[in-house]
């Protein structure tokens, strides 16, 4: 008796499936191995460092704390020599680029690269966070299970952001917004329901293995929310989501501005991580506050310590710490740094809202738990990352509401005064629209001028309709010309349709009309500097065929016209080709080049 083997084979959703338990599984192992390595290095560091400086005795001493930071800049500098590009400075914009335009073929190496590199910067007190980071760890792993099974294109974007969703899940404890911070970030809100399913059993197998090891234990924890008076918090919910959408553009301006500034700076690259850890040193001096991720502090505050004045002062502290740290060359995220300034802005508000209606407000930790939610939506436009996310760290009900409300309208300020979120920001000055997928940003990359069709036939404004027609017997494929003047500019366009109405007319009769009574004045064109996009987008809003190309909008010698078809062809030119280029480099990565 035969048996058909392939009936026992699993089925590709299946198989997926299976997949995508090994990436939430290697991925919960990454968060173990990174928290531990973050641990050890803070040991080391920051409490014995502290301790053999004596810098908590003061005087003096104090002056010595930059040397801890400095430290763990200095110690990149091997790591940055002999891995270039991969080390130093906010890597989650590379990480976003690797998924969604270069085909998500991210290397090995990656994931020890993330690791220590993060680890040394955290660790020795520089100001930035761990989550972006485990995020490109677990992508990373997603990545090389799919370059090990040879999938796809789309299939590895799913991968990586399993692995995502994995590594988010196992840091917080929290598999709800693992799976909602790889959708919305990662994947920019487009997925699939068979995607969604991966992202769901990484996201939980990578939580079940973390809770296993470290038990059931959030990231920091919340106290319990209450909401006293809802007529009057929730207009006072309304207000701190307004502040918090502001100063998330503040935030997103300075984190460039910072970074622009230190890419311009006359000093060796190795050195410039350095200098920003000597600065962050020179600040902790009055706020030690500011190192490192903050949860110490951030579980201070959530509990309605701090003044007001500290609270206040501690958000711009911490947005140019950070922005120093890596804007300089250190390495780490955005994301930790982002729920520090939110529960600083949170805090503070509380406290104000606390003395001018002490019966009708909750604790100041009330609103600085709402805080942490908002600001990280604002920033990173991801509101449902950050509603679920509070709601798995509180597990109450109530606080649904509040933080519903100032995530949509945080992140509503927030794209209206700045449309990037802090990930995208690099790609709308490339010109890049990341949401738009990878399919737009190759049109964008192809200029009008590689697919134009040169030979091109055009008439006088000045010739009689039977000398047109004369052309649209023996035109080919064309029946749109460009219509000159006697010194060759363009002045307009013809087609069979501006003549039709004439047609009937006898022959000698038609003689008396010219071109350039009857052609069309307001004419669509393109120069060769424009991109296929721009004019696929014209093909699609007029429902034309061809767009003529002149040399540029002010001297309109015709150099061509673009027709549809060309358009097509020359992007399929250009995905085969970087689809060869991402072939090659996956050969060159399974063989070990």
């Not at 329901?193 to 990484?202: G, N, Q, R, Y």
């Not at 760290?393 to 949509?408: A, H, K, Q, R, V």
Request: hydrophobic share 50%; charged share 15%.
């Amino acid at each position: 008796m035969k048996y058909n083997l392939r009936k026992f084979m699993p089925g590709e959703n299946t198989g997926m499936m299976i997949i995508a338990s090994v990436i939430g599984l290697l991925a919960g192992l990454c968060n173990i191995v990174f928290r531990t390595i973050v641990h050890w290095v803070d040991e080391i560091f920051m409490v014995g460092g502290k301790d053999l400086l004596n810098i908590d005795q003061g005087g003096w001493h104090l002056l010595l704390l930059p040397l801890i930071p400095m430290a763990g800049m200095v110690l990149l500098i091997p790591l940055s020599l002999l891995f270039p590009g991969e080390v130093n400075g906010y890597g989650f914009t590379k990480f976003l680029r690797k998924v969604n335009l270069e085909g998500g073929y991210i290397k090995a190496r990656t994931i020890a690269l993330k690791i220590i590199t993060t680890a040394l910067t955290i660790g020795t007190g520089n100001s930035a966070g761990v989550e972006g980071p485990i995020a490109a760890i677990g992508g990373a792993a997603g990545s090389q299970v799919g370059q090990f099974f040879r999938v796809s294109g789309s299939r590895m974007k799913v991968y990586i952001a399993a692995g995502a969703a994995g590594g988010i899940a196992g840091m917080f404890n929290a598999p709800i917004a693992g799976i909602f911070f790889a959708s919305e970030i990662v994947l920019l809100g487009t997925f699939e329901i068979s995607s969604f399913s991966a992202l769901v059993i990484a996201s939980a197998l990578s939580t079940v293995v973390t809770r296993a090891y470290y038990g059931e234990i959030p990231a920091f924890p919340i106290p319990h929310y209450v909401m006293v008076n809802p007529f009057v918090e929730l207009p006072l919910y309304i207000l701190l989501a307004i502040i918090i959408g502001l100063i998330a553009v503040f935030y997103i301006r300075v984190f460039y501005w910072v970074r622009d500034k230190y890419e311009a700076l006359p000093l060796h690259p190795q050195l410039k991580p350095i200098t920003g850890a000597f600065l962050i040193g020179c600040m902790a001096m009055a706020y030690p506050e500011i190192m490192g991720d903050g949860y110490s502090f951030i579980e201070r505050v959530l509990n309605g310590e701090g003044a007001i004045l500290l609270l206040f002062i501690l958000i711009f502290m911490k947005i140019f710490a950070t922005s120093i740290t890596l804007g300089s060359g250190g390495a780490g995220g955005v994301f930790a740094p982002a729920l520090f300034i939110g529960a600083m802005i949170g805090g503070c508000f509380g406290h104000i809202a606390n003395m001018v209606f002490p019966s009708f407000t909750a604790d100041p930790g009330a609103y600085a738990t709402v805080g942490i939610g908002a600001f990280l939506a604002a920033s990173t436009h991801a509101p449902m990352t950050a509603i679920f996310l509070l709601f798995e760290m509180t597990g109450n009900y109530l606080i649904i509401i509040p933080i519903m409300l100032t995530s949509i309208i945080g992140v509503v300020v927030s794209k209206k005064f700045n449309s990037d979120s802090i990930d995208t920001v690099d790609f709308t000055r490339e010109g890049i629209n990341i949401h738009e997928g990878r399919e737009a940003a190759i049109m964008k990359s192809v200029r009008v001028g590689k697919a134009i069709t040169e030979d091109v036939d055009f008439i006088s404004e000045r010739a009689n309709i039977n000398h047109l027609l004369e052309i649209f017997r023996m035109a080919k494929s064309s029946f749109y010309f460009p219509v000159v003047d006697d010194s060759g500019r363009m002045t307009g366009i013809i087609s069979m349709q501006d003549v039709k109405n004439i047609l009937h007319r006898a022959k000698a009769e038609r003689v008396c009309y010219l071109v350039g009574g009857i052609c069309s004045r307001d004419v669509i064109m393109l120069t060769p500097d424009d991109s296929l996009y721009t004019a696929m987008q014209l093909f699609d809003v007029k429902g034309i065929e061809e767009i003529p190309v002149v040399e540029d909008l002010e001297n309109k010698w015709v150099v061509g016209m673009l027709k549809r078809r060309d358009v097509i062809a020359a992007y399929n030119h250009e995905v085969l080709k970087k689809g060869i280029a991402e072939k090659a480099e996956t050969i060159r990565i399974t063989c070990g080049g």
